[in-house]
């Protein structure tokens, strides 16, 4: 749905963004955290492929943290962060100063220390990353804190995380502390509208750079 050139121009804003975010995690927990999105997409939710390993986390059964954020006025969605549980538990050691490269599934366990740290990575995250999109676009924004969830995922259910989210800008997110790295997933689904604004945006700067 994206060209080569529009992806480019995706990526590298999103990185800004996410390097901003990091930079104010790095204060917070007082550690250097890189967080990087090699990759930006949008999709149809009902074109994604189960097979396909870049989408493993849709439709993986199991324990999932799940943070969202609804925004709208000019600029309308909602945005998530996702990670397998024991991911998220990672994540969090890390940012309480207990470097812990790998958790296996059973040995997760969520506590309300972790809840909270995740919580405020997600707020910070998010919040920069659409604020930064609605400045990108020069529209008005309003949202909220983010609400978290920790989900069950059974074999049945996997899509109906989201279902009712047609198109979504996909940014594949790697968390890198020390030796530590914790993999997730940003999802930030579009009005059409908005999706249409932020297209043409991009393609009136292309124009500007490429003729």
Request: glycine share 4%; proline share 3%; net charge negative.
């Amino acid at each position: 749905m994206l060209t080569e050139l529009q992806k480019d121009m995706l990526t590298e804003l999103v990185n800004v963004y996410v390097g901003q975010a990091a930079n104010m995690l790095s204060e917070i927990v007082d550690k250097h955290i890189v967080l990087s999105i090699p990759e930006v997409e949008l999709i149809s939710i009902s074109d994604v492929d189960p097979g396909d390993r870049r989408y493993k986390l849709f439709f993986s059964e199991g324990h999932l943290f799940r943070s969202s954020l609804q925004f709208g006025y000019d600029f309308q969605g909602k945005a998530f962060l996702m990670f397998p549980a024991e991911q998220a538990k990672v994540l969090a050691n890390m940012c309480l100063g207990e470097l812990t490269e790998t958790i296996e599934p059973e040995e997760c366990r969520l506590l309300d220390t972790d809840l909270d740290v995740l919580k405020e990575v997600s707020n910070i995250l998010l919040n920069a990353i659409i604020g930064e999109f609605g400045n990108f676009l020069e529209m008005k924004l309003e949202y909220v804190l983010p609400d978290i969830e920790l989900l069950h995922v059974t074999h049945s259910d996997p899509q109906i995380l989201l279902q009712n989210e047609v198109y979504v800008l996909v940014l594949h997110t790697s968390f890198l502390l020390a030796d530590t790295n914790v993999k997730g997933i940003i999802l930030i689904a579009l009005s059409m509208n908005s999706i249409s604004s932020l297209l043409d945006k991009m393609n009136a700067l292309l124009e500007d750079d490429h003729g």
